[in-house]
């Protein structure tokens, strides 16, 4: 280990301190990486890339400051999710928020004539506004991908088996991926005569995972129905509960992830959707046994591109460097004990 | 190389781009970086990140967004030079206008009681908002150090030894060192009867390299004294010059620099100056034979930790990455032809 060790009572968070006068916390959210820690990120982080560039992905990075319009092409839901940074000529700048929507941008703009698919992978911050009191990350690095021009189920099974060699990369063997599909339930929805603005009621307490709420807006929609909704919501297995379910989509995915022995690491999760607002079909989350949080996740976004200028079906994940790290280091603990 | 090739057209600015409505360029001074470059700059990176793990650096990163007040104890002059970002809790925060600052926090509260030296290096954004219609950049990666603890002249040698390490491990072999000392000039202007406020109007055309300017404002002040003055700053040379003009402290420090054979890539200038106003002492920048600007720089900051609560005398230096690339790519194909 190069560099300075710190302060044997070193603060996890810089923020907690307030000692005197002249020592300043760094915003609730935020927070220094010091050199043990940066050392290892770094050996994650080049361990993925070197996966991602096997796999023929070529990394890109897009600007921090973007114009809002842009995220107001690639998400109806972001207006007031970024930061606004007012430029000195007066424009409205934001942060970047996410790095999907930019790399959409990028895609249709840099790559308008190149022979699909197209491959490409990050390694960037983003930053997102803070509810106070809450252990939100005001800023986070993710690594991920972005494939365009490969439909379902093709694209989506090279991205979840792209997903697990980045994780086995970082020494992480003990994970699951929750795989949904977002159309799954509001086509049951709708097959049960529920109309669009219940449906986004009903999916909203889906999102936030409020199984109460759930089930009290699935009794005021279809009282009769609302027992059977409410176990497809939240049931999960293997193949066995796709076949079952009539999940076409999702088993036509599972025929070639079992194919490539992802499957293994794979369960089904019907009620799962995702919080951004331009996924289209397949999502998935990554869990391990020791995290309490998704690691990561991804989805399809199949309209995305095409909103700036190419039509491109596109799937997509970002994992969360710090979580991916502490959760290899929770497993390699594990298996020492 | 991985990834696709972006369109043969492909703009090198996308924001000269404005084709279709749906076509959003990018803010003026921002850009997007292709996998090939990219490549290049990981590549570049960590062979310099190497050569400060090999010297005993430390690898840090500080959060983009700070509280403006850590800027405001760092630099009496950043007040409006940093973007401000407006919080949902109506606090103001800014993006990280540069890394010296924000690392000497870090120093100063989470290695408070660690023995110095403190070796840390970076490699971060910064962000600086811009005036329309120069070619200036909005957003620019940065790699760097900072050496903590370690007074002149031992520590500045370390870290010009430590830059010229970069440079070659980069592929940069023709590159020059300008070197000099903030309190030299401003000594001979008081030693000439030179008022404070005389002083500050004349270092200002200096640093802004209006030598017109300067020549009026030496004319008004020391009408006698102005030409010599005028020569010493527009002086450029080796150890015959600094010891000519009496830079006793740049003596001392060349001394060191012969011992370690980086002085046949110095040259001192006694007119340099430096934007940021944190130094004290030593200054520098590098030059390459074909690049019109500065690809990087640094100096003694010996106040500015102990403004955070730990009094220690620093140097630091910071190089762009775009333009030690650019400065590669240039010498590699001066040498080809």
């Given at each position: 280990m190069n560099g300075p060790k710190p302060n044997p009572t070193a603060y996890t968070a810089a923020s907690d301190n307030a000692d005197t006068a002249t020592t300043i916390p760094v915003p609730t959210g935020t927070r220094d990486v010091l050199p043990e820690e940066m050392a290892e990120l770094r050996e994650i982080s080049a361990n993925a890339l070197k996966v991602f560039a096997d796999a023929g992905y070529g990394e890109v990075a897009t600007p921090a400051l973007e114009y809002e319009q842009t995220n107001r092409i690639g998400a109806t839901d972001s207006e007031d999710g970024a930061y606004r940074v007012p430029d000195k000529d007066g424009q409205i700048l934001t942060l970047r928020y996410d790095s999907t929507i930019p790399i959409a941008r990028l895609a249709a703009t840099r790559y308008s004539e190149v022979e699909?698919?197209?491959?490409?992978?990050?390694?960037?911050?983003?930053?997102?506004?803070?509810?106070?009191?809450?252990?939100?990350?005001?800023?986070?690095?993710?690594?991920?991908?972005?494939?365009?021009?490969?439909?379902?189920?093709?694209?989506?099974?090279?991205?979840?088996?792209?997903?697990?060699?980045?994780?086995k990369s970082a020494?992480?063997?003990?994970?699951?991926?929750?795989?949904?599909?977002?159309?799954?339930?509001?086509?049951?929805?709708?097959?049960?005569?529920?109309?669009?603005?219940?449906?986004?009621?009903?999916?909203?307490?889906?999102?936030?995972?409020?199984?109460?709420?759930?089930?009290?807006?699935?009794?005021?929609?279809?009282?009769?129905?609302?027992?059977?909704?409410?176990?497809?919501?939240a049931a999960r297995g293997g193949r066995e509960l796709i076949e079952r379910e009539g999940a076409e989509r999702l088993v036509a995915l599972d025929d070639l992830l079992q194919k490539s022995g992802v499957a293994d690491n794979v369960i089904y999760d019907l009620g799962l959707v995702r919080s951004l607002s331009y996924y289209t079909g397949t999502v998935f989350e990554v869990y391990t046994s020791t995290s309490g949080f998704a690691i990561g996740g991804g989805g399809r976004y199949d309209d995305l591109v095409g909103r700036f200028g190419r039509d491109l079906a596109a799937f997509g994940f970002a994992l969360n460097m710090e979580r991916l790290h502490l959760a290899a280091i929770a497993e390699k603990e594990a298996s020492v004990n």
């Open positions: 699909p698919p197209l491959r490409f992978c990050y390694l960037q911050h983003v930053y997102r506004p803070i509810k106070p009191k809450r252990a939100q990350s005001r800023e986070f690095l993710q690594i991920g991908m972005e494939l365009m021009g490969m439909p379902a189920p093709n694209g989506d099974a090279e991205a979840i088996e792209l997903i697990s060699n980045v994780l020494g992480l063997n003990d994970f699951r991926i929750a795989v949904g599909d977002v159309g799954f339930f509001s086509e049951k929805l709708a097959a049960a005569g529920i109309d669009d603005s219940e449906q986004a009621s009903i999916l909203h307490e889906l999102q936030t995972r409020d199984l109460v709420g759930l089930r009290r807006q699935l009794m005021a929609a279809a009282p009769e129905k609302a027992e059977a909704l409410g176990e497809v919501a």
